[in-house]
Every structure is written in C-alpha cells, then in structure tokens.
C-alpha cells in the first residue's frame, strides 16, 4: 500500500476528468482561433467550459479568463492592476503563497510599488483593524489576501476583507487556489475583484487555470500575443486542460457535501489518532480548529528529535507521500517561510497531510501509527 497525503500539493485526476477530455486530444484537434468547422466546434466547447465555470461561480462568463494556472493567474491580477491603474501601495501577508509575495516583492524592487503587510498572531489569524489601518489615508491600494492556506490550513474571512476593501475604495484579489472546488464561492455575495482557481487542486487536470476578474476592474493581459481570451491572454488555448477544468468543477460542486463530509472525517480522524498515539503532538496554525481551517489540510506539530531533518524521507521510505516543511532550512527540509512567520519552534518538526475523496480511513490509521512508532523509536 502506498498512501497519497498530498492532495494539497496536487490531486489524482478524476477518470470522468478524463474521459471529457479524451477526446479532445484525438478527434477535436481543431485550433478554436481557425474559422472552419474543425476550429469553431472547439471555440464553442470551450465557451461552454466557462459558461460552466462561471454559472458555478454565479457570475457572467465575460468575467472568466483561463490562464495556465494558479500562479498565473494571481501574477495577472497583481501585476496588471498595479500597472493598469499605475497603483503604487499594496498590502498583503507574509502567509500568502510564493505565486503572491514572490510576485509583490518583484513590483517592489522593479516598480517601486510599497508593499505593507498585516499583522497576525502565532496561529495564523489576520489583524483586520491592522488592515484597516494600513487603508487608511492611503492612495489608491491593491490588497491581496488569500482564502486559506496551502500549508497551515487557515480560512482567511474574505467576506469580511472585501467589505473593508469596499469601505476604502481598494482593490482587492484573492487567492483562492485551495478553496475552488472545495467551498462553494459566490461571486454575487463576495467583494472581491479578482479570484483563481487552478484544476488541479481539484481533481482536474495541471497547467490549467483561470482568473475571475470583475467586469469592472480592466486591467491590461500579462502575456501578449494573439486575441485570445478576448484580448486578455495570448496564447492557442490548453482546450483539453479547459475541458477537464471546467469537469472537474462540475464534479467538486456535483459531489461536494459528500466528500467534505467524508474528508473531514480523515482529518478528524488523524488528529485523534495522532493524540491517542503520541505524546507532544499539537498542530499548527488554526489546523485543528473546525471551520477556522481547511477540512483538507492538517499541519502536525512534532516533538524534538533528530528524525525531523529526515521525517518526509523516512515517511516516504514507509510508503508515505506528505509535505510540508520546519521552520528551519536545513539538510533535507526546504524550510517554510509560513512557520517561520508563526515563529513556530524551529526544533520541532512538522508535517502536512493533505486530504482527498480517494484516501480511505484505513489509510489514515495506518499513517497515524507509522508516524508514532517513528518517534517512539527515536525517542525511546
Ligand atoms: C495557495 C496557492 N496559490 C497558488 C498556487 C499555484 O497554483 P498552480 O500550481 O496552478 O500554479 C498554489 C499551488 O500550490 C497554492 O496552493
């Protein structure tokens, strides 16, 4: 048996995924840009693809972009707007994902864009009248605050974030990789200008992705080129990747109290047997914290030990595929900059384990004792 606890990393894709997109390799192999026959059946799919995504999202199909991803995507919103607008201020949070703060820091250096960053606490949570404060008196701002957290699980309150970027007249992005086809996200509710999705969070398949962005926010394309994506993205469009994008959303929203019921039982369950089993467990951010926290995602806390330099090595060698990362950078561990941040105990090690419909709770028990007999040998 080999157990895949990563799903946040990527997700298997789903053979109904698949069987959409087939043939879209082999018989449609139309260019949609083509004016003949073999081009416009393929247009028309893909148009049918965002009418798909964007009746899911409760929005106009005018407002979807697909991009060539997640990191794209959020490149596009933050890069273009700043550019678009000639916007100089921008807040974020040390928490956001490298596709985010990567790309702030290079507006930064290259543009001369202010960057300022809310404040949070050691589990994670945002300071929302620190945000507050930072819009104040400010000139025309781009907040870009994610939905939750790839690596400690947390839900950041959008609804409330966007009300905020309202009252300051703000433009405000999310990074919504990790909820899309998970949560249910309506556009009509939420104050957000711009928001992304990437396929293969969600059972569809990678390289694919796409941008919502606000029918009233126009920004300038990333990537120049032809007219496709009416003049927002140049480029012959990935058809099948959209395909299956815009399937694998049907699905996740077709089948998504069953498997949040399901997954979150697994997290439930591994938190428990994690406690049962070991001494000096905890977890990290607001991972244990009901719906403070993806039901996805659970970030263990471990005890001091030597085997934390090598505990996604020995995790694998025991048919374990996890992430995650200490605090720390050092020998076989990356180092991750979000529990550096949480000033988490750079002696203590960490784990991520990442959920889907496809693990099963005998996965999860076998995970939980594995790890527990490594650390009771280690630590014995
Ligand atoms: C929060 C978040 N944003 C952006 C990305 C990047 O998405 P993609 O892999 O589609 O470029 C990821 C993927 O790990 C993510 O977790």
Same mark, same amino acid.
């Given at each position: 048996?080999?157990?895949?606890?990563?799903?946040? @990393?990527?997700?298997? /894709?789903?053979?109904?995924?698949?069987?959409?997109?087939?043939?879209?390799?082999?018989?449609?192999? &139309?260019?949609?840009?083509?004016?003949?026959?073999?081009? %416009?059946?393929?247009?028309?799919?893909?148009?049918?693809? %965002?009418?798909?995504?964007?009746?899911?999202?409760?929005?106009?199909?005018?407002?979807?972009?697909? =991009?060539?991803?997640?990191? #794209?995507?959020?490149? !596009?919103?933050? %890069?273009?707007?700043? %550019?678009?607008?000639?916007? $100089?201020?921008?807040?974020?949070?040390?928490?956001?994902? *490298?596709?985010?703060?990567?790309?702030?820091?290079?507006?930064?250096?290259?543009?001369?864009?202010?960057?300022?960053?809310?404040?949070?606490?050691?589990?994670?949570?945002?300071?929302?009248?620190?945000?507050?404060?930072?819009?104040?008196?400010?000139?025309? =701002?781009?907040?870009?605050?994610?939905?939750?957290?790839?690596?400690?699980?947390?839900?950041?309150?959008?609804? @409330?974030?966007? #009300?905020?970027?309202?009252?300051?007249?703000?433009?405000?992005?999310?990074?919504?990789?990790? =909820?899309?086809? *998970?949560?249910?996200?309506?556009?009509?509710?939420?104050?957000?200008?711009?928001?992304?999705?990437?396929? *293969?969070?969600?059972?569809?398949?990678?390289?694919?992705?796409?941008?919502?962005?606000?029918?009233?926010?126009?920004?300038?394309?990333?990537?120049?080129?032809?007219?496709?994506?009416?003049?927002?993205?140049? &480029?012959? #469009?990935? +058809?099948?990747?959209?395909?299956?994008?815009?399937?694998?959303?049907?699905?996740?929203?077709?089948?998504?109290? #069953?498997?949040?019921?399901?997954?979150?039982?697994?997290?439930?369950?591994?938190?428990?047997? /994690?406690?049962?089993?070991?001494?000096?467990?905890?977890?990290?951010?607001?991972?244990?914290?009901?719906?403070?926290?993806?039901?996805?995602?659970?970030? +263990?806390?471990?005890?001091?030990?030597?085997?934390?330099?090598?505990?996604?090595?020995?995790?694998?060698?025991?048919?374990?595929?996890?992430?995650?990362?200490?605090?720390?950078?050092?020998? !076989?561990?990356? &180092?991750?900059?979000?529990?550096?941040?949480?000033?988490?105990?750079?002696?203590?090690?960490? +784990?991520?384990?990442?959920?889907?419909?496809?693990?099963?709770?005998?996965?999860?028990?076998?995970?939980?004792? =594995?790890?527990?007999?490594?650390? $009771?040998?280690?630590?014995?």
């Amino acid at each position: 048996m080999r157990v895949y606890l990563d799903n946040a @990393a990527t997700t298997p /894709l789903d053979k109904e995924v698949f069987d959409a997109m087939a043939p879209f390799m082999l018989e449609h192999f &139309g260019n949609p840009s083509s004016i003949h026959s073999h081009g %416009r059946e393929v247009r028309s799919a893909i148009e049918k693809a %965002r009418r798909t995504v964007a009746g899911l999202l409760n929005t106009s199909p005018a407002e979807i972009f697909f =991009t060539s991803g997640g990191t #794209e995507a959020d490149n !596009a919103a933050i %890069r273009c707007t700043c %550019r678009t607008y000639g916007i $100089k201020h921008a807040i974020s949070s040390k928490l956001e994902h *490298h596709a985010v703060l990567h790309t702030m820091e290079l507006l930064e250096k290259e543009e001369g864009v202010q960057i300022a960053y809310v404040r949070h606490d050691e589990r994670g949570s945002l300071d929302l009248e620190h945000l507050e404060e930072l819009l104040a008196n400010q000139p025309k =701002t781009l907040v870009s605050i994610m939905h939750a957290n790839n690596e400690i699980g947390n839900i950041n309150d959008i609804e @409330a974030i966007g #009300e905020i970027c309202r009252k300051y007249d703000a433009v405000f992005h999310s990074d919504t990789v990790q =909820t899309m086809g *998970h949560y249910k996200h309506d556009l009509q509710q939420l104050n957000t200008n711009f928001i992304v999705g990437s396929a *293969h969070k969600f059972h569809g398949p990678k390289g694919v992705g796409f941008l919502y962005c606000d029918a009233n926010v126009k920004i300038q394309p990333l990537i120049q080129g032809g007219a496709q994506e009416r003049n927002m993205r140049g &480029g012959t #469009e990935n +058809v099948y990747g959209i395909i299956g994008l815009a399937k694998a959303l049907e699905i996740a929203y077709r089948d998504m109290d #069953e498997h949040h019921k399901h997954i979150q039982g697994l997290k439930d369950r591994m938190a428990q047997k /994690l406690k049962e089993q070991m001494e000096d467990v905890s977890f990290n951010g607001l991972s244990e914290f009901g719906d403070k926290s993806l039901y996805t995602v659970l970030n +263990v806390s471990l005890p001091a030990s030597d085997i934390n330099e090598m505990l996604l090595f020995s995790l694998d060698i025991n048919k374990i595929s996890a992430s995650g990362g200490s605090a720390c950078s050092s020998g !076989a561990n990356a &180092g991750s900059h979000v529990l550096r941040s949480l000033d988490v105990d750079p002696a203590r090690g960490s +784990v991520r384990f990442s959920f889907s419909k496809y693990n099963t709770p005998e996965e999860i028990d076998y995970v939980a004792t =594995t790890l527990a007999k490594l650390y $009771k040998k280690e630590l014995a």
